[in-house]
């Protein structure tokens, strides 16, 4: 059987029991305040942004290295084959951008 305990230990925990208590509710009165709750969540979407931005420069990289491939011989030459036509469409595409804001101004 277990001793008995005496009414100074019984004490003395319900005040270690009281102080946990008090310390647990502290916890949850910091991590439920507003302002907790608001930097949680910034941080989540700002650490999100980044992994997403990472991604997105990492694909335009790609993307502009295998272009970039694409319009040189092995020996990094260009390919005036295809830089002429890629160049052409891109002055068109100017062009076009140029006529069209100056329509909206008028």
């Known amino acids: 059987m277990s001793e008995a305990r005496t009414p100074a230990q019984i ?3 319900i005040v270690r029991r ?3 208590l008090a310390e647990t509710l ?3 009165g910091v991590r439920m305040h ?3 709750i608001i930097g949680d969540a ?3 979407v700002a650490s999100t942004v980044d992994r997403t931005a990472g991604r997105a420069v990492a ?3 790609r993307l502009v290295t295998d272009v970039s491939d694409g319009l040189r011989h092995e020996d990094g030459s260009p390919r005036l084959e295809r830089v ?3 160049a052409l469409l891109a002055v068109g595409v100017v062009g ?3 006529v069209s804001a100056r329509r909206r101004r008028a």
């Open 11 to 13: 004490e003395a925990d």
């Open 18 to 20: 009281r102080e946990q």
């Open 26 to 28: 502290d916890e949850i």
């Open 34 to 36: 507003p302002q907790t």
């Open 42 to 44: 910034r941080a989540r």
């Open 59 to 61: 694909s335009v990289n």
């Open 84 to 86: 002429v036509p890629v």
């Open 96 to 98: 076009l951008l140029v």
